[in-house]
């Protein structure tokens, strides 16, 4: 599970936390640019999200709106660029920010660009599901294989930084994949649970 401390820790250039630290194991499910209301029908739960100070859409008062209504949406992190940084972030952003426990970070103009941070964020995901996939793969045909020795378990679970030399308590979750009428965020839901099970 890909968190705001993962992107954090991907030290783009131009990229800063400046409050809501406490906020930063939100997982990040992907990136959402900031753009038009409704937010509901654009965002998913999870999405790390961008927004543009440009004083014609959004100033800083929009943006704060923005925030907090993307976040009773259940965003896991909020990012400001403000046009030609004419104007740091108010302190009653970050404030509100911190009482939220959501993690704010500020882009400066000539930083990263969004495309850079969809991009990088992008791939830390996709990788992750990658591995995800095959731990669960492996898993899988432990769980259901026949004949398998231990010597095999030994030697292809320390690949994947498992061992079973401690008992564990296992957890399942059921996805119900029943569809509704937006497909899209219905197998988005059930691929979030999948990824969270892994």
Request: glycine residues 6%; negative net charge.
């Amino acid at each position: 599970m890909i968190t705001c401390q993962d992107i954090l820790e991907l030290q783009l250039d131009g990229v800063e936390l400046i409050a809501g630290e406490e906020g930063l194991d939100h997982p990040v499910t992907w990136t959402y640019m900031v753009q038009t209301r409704p937010f509901a029908e654009h965002m998913n739960q999870g999405n790390f999200a961008l927004c543009v100070i440009d004083y014609v859409r959004y100033d800083f008062e929009e943006a704060q709106r923005a925030m907090e209504e993307l976040y009773e949406l259940g965003i896991s992190g909020f990012a400001v660029s403000v046009m030609e940084d004419r104007e740091w972030i108010p302190q009653k952003m970050i404030d509100r920010a911190n009482e939220l426990a959501l993690p704010l970070f500020y882009i400066r103009w000539e930083g990263a660009s969004f495309v850079d941070i969809a991009q990088s964020v992008g791939k830390i995901i996709l990788e992750h599901e990658i591995q995800n996939k095959r731990t669960g793969d492996y898993l899988y045909n432990l769980l259901f294989g026949y004949d398998i020795n231990d010597r095999y378990i030994e030697k292809i679970s320390s690949q994947f930084g498992i061992n079973f030399t401690n008992p564990c308590r296992v957890g399942i979750i059921v996805a119900d994949r029943r569809y509704g009428i937006n497909l899209e965020q219905d197998e988005h839901i059930y691929e979030y649970y999948a990824n969270y099970l892994n």
